[in-house]
């Protein structure tokens, strides 16, 4: 039985009950008056926390909502980026030694066949043959 309930009985048993005076009588009114006080307050109460429970549930799913949206937004920020990041972090060593360009050479002057590299020479530097020592200009398009 809840406490209003219980007042309600208790009201219903002074109605029918005959004081032994207006005293007592009196008494026993302002006594359920403020039993019924009470349990209006307790009332207001529990509507009140019901509603912070509902407040908080919407709360709970609007956060459950925002770790889905975050975890579909980590997922397409790892595409987008994935490719250029490898798993250290750390970008590739811009000199490795598999990937070095090397050029074969024919010098015009004694047909020697060497190597160059021409990612490290400069554009107007000349490329100088080792068997007979002329210097002679490097031509990509030969390369
Ligand atoms: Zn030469």
Redesign the pocket.
């Known amino acids: 039985m809840k406490a209003k309930e219980k007042i309600a009985y208790l009201k219903g048993l002074m109605a029918g009950l005959k004081p032994r005076d207006e005293d007592d009588q009196k008494l026993l009114l302002a006594l359920v008056d403020v039993a019924d006080s009470l349990a209006e307050e307790l009332e207001e109460q529990q509507r009140a926390l019901e509603e912070q429970g509902e407040v908080i549930e919407e709360v709970a799913d609007y956060c459950d909502q925002l770790e889905d949206d975050m975890s579909r937004l980590e997922e397409r920020f790892d595409d987008l980026v994935g490719d250029s990041v490898d798993e250290t972090g750390m970008e590739p060593l811009p000199c490795d030694d598999d990937e070095e360009e090397f050029s074969s050479v024919s ?1 015009p ?4 066949t060497f190597f160059c590299r021409p990612d490290v020479l400069d554009p107007d530097e000349e490329l100088e ?1 080792p ?4 210097t002679f200009p490097f031509d990509k398009t030969s390369a």
């Open positions: 010098c002057h004694c047909d020697l043959c068997g007979c020592g002329e």
